[in-house]
């Protein structure tokens, strides 16, 4: 079994998704380990898109995180990374995502793209430590 963290970003809150994006992860046989929606400090938001420090998109990706509520989960299940992925979507919600994954279904901008999901093992278990410390 794996862990990986997903959130439903400030945009998919706002847009009411909260329940279509918990109902995908459920039907596909992941659980949740751990919920909670929160607002996040600047600093949460530039350490976990760390990666993408220098980014032009990087300020606009961190004030956009921060702006408003986002639901944080631990989901878990047999292969819980690539099966999240997969239920997500490619990045861009209209050039990558296709029809059927949540990205593909309800998304237009890319960085208005819904939710995230760790990408490795190792990103899973830094971002899991970041965002639930202690679980
Ligand atoms: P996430 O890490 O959120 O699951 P991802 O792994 O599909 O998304 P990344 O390339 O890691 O995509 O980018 C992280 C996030 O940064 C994207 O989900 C999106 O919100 C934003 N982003 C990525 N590329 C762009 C871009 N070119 N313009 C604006 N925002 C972008």
Redesign the pocket.
């Known amino acids: 079994t794996e862990r990986t963290l997903v959130?439903i970003?400030p945009d998919g809150v706002q847009r009411a998704l909260v329940g279509e994006v918990i109902a995908r992860i459920e039907r596909k046989g992941l659980r949740l380990a751990a919920m909670d929606l929160r607002t996040v400090s600047v600093e949460v938001a530039r350490t976990h898109?760390a990666?993408?420090d220098g980014k032009p998109?990087f300020d606009?990706?961190v004030e956009f995180i921060t702006s408003a509520p986002l639901v944080a989960m631990v989901v878990e299940g047999d292969r819980a990374i690539p099966a999240f992925r997969q239920l997500?979507g490619?990045?861009d919600p209209v050039e990558k995502a296709t029809p059927g994954t949540i990205r593909g279904d309800f998304g237009l901008i890319?960085?208005?793209?819904l939710?995230?999901?760790s990408?490795s093992p190792e990103s899973a278990a830094r971002e899991i430590a970041l965002w639930f410390p202690g679980l």
């Open positions: 959130l970003k898109y990666e993408h998109f606009s990706l997500a490619g990045t890319t960085q208005f793209n939710v995230h999901g990408d």
